[in-house]
Antibody
Framework: QLQLQESGPGLVKTSETLSLTCTVS??????????WGWIRQPPGKGLEWIGT???????YYNPSLRSRVTIPIDTSNNQFSLKLTSVTAADTADYYC?????????????WGQGTPVTVSS | DIQLTQSPSFLSASVGDRVTISCRAS??????LAWYQQKPGKAPKLLIY???TLQSGVPSRFSGSASGTEFTLTISSLQPEDFATYYC?????????FGGGTKVEIK
């Protein structure tokens, strides 16, 4: 079945770029059945949607992060990534990748286990 | 942006209790709402989608309903493994948004 797994550095310096990868197994990242997305959760707080992309090239980003975020797809490795530039302490969070079903009102399932990222100077 | 207001933000209940959690949308979202359960240190888990459809493998004590912009998650008989935080999410339009969460603790 479809499974996702996040990877990447757990510590990023202030003002640098946060880069995480989500490896997809059980289906292809070029599948037209899913959008691929990132969600984050600051320590002790709620969930925040970051962005969602489709293999076709459609991209949707949270307006609060749009100027700093990209989500590229790497079909050769069956992965998609999160790039967040100019990070500050406010970007410290657990980061989750997830698949969004492409039907109208499609939901996120499954999710990766999540990876913690701390931003510090 | 569509705001989702969850209530209560915290509730204390006993095993066997019937529990209801509310999620109110700031504008119409059809039935494009999902509910997730999150336990400490774990990823959110999908419980219900399109407001009332139970995800495969989720116990039938969980149910969801909708009336206009009001959505409800009900746990008919709370079990020890249900103590967790619950989030609603609207999937009607971008930007996708989550409710603030409801933490269910043991009384």
């Amino acid at each position: 079945q479809l499974q996702l797994q996040e990877s990447g550095p757990g510590l990023v310096k202030t003002s640098e770029t946060l880069s995480l990868t989500c490896t997809v197994s059980g289906d292809s990242v070029s599948s037209t059945n899913y959008f691929w997305g990132w969600i984050r959760q600051p320590p002790g707080k709620g969930l925040e949607w970051i962005g969602t992309v489709h293999y076709s090239g459609s991209t949707y980003y949270n307006p609060s992060l749009r100027s700093r975020v990209t989500i590229p797809i790497d079909t050769s490795n069956n992965q998609f990534s999160l790039k967040l530039t100019s990070v500050t302490a406010a970007d410290t969070a657990d980061y989750y990748c997830a698949a969004r079903t492409i039907v109208a009102g499609g939901w996120f399932d499954p999710w990766g286990q999540g990876t913690p990222v701390t931003v510090s100077s | 942006d569509i705001q989702l207001t969850q209530s209560p933000s915290f509730l204390s209940a006993s095993v066997g209790d019937r529990v209801t959690i509310s999620c109110r949308a700031s504008q119409g979202i059809s039935t494009y709402l999902a509910w997730y359960q999150q336990k400490p240190g774990k990823a959110p888990k999908l419980l219900i989608y399109t407001a009332s459809t139970l995800q495969s493998g989720v116990p039938s004590r969980f149910s969801g309903s909708a009336s206009g912009t009001e959505f409800t998650l009900t746990i008919s008989s709370l079990q020890p493994e249900d103590f967790a935080t619950y989030y609603c999410q609207q999937l009607n339009s971008y930007p996708l948004t989550f409710g603030g969460g409801t933490k269910v603790e043991i009384k």
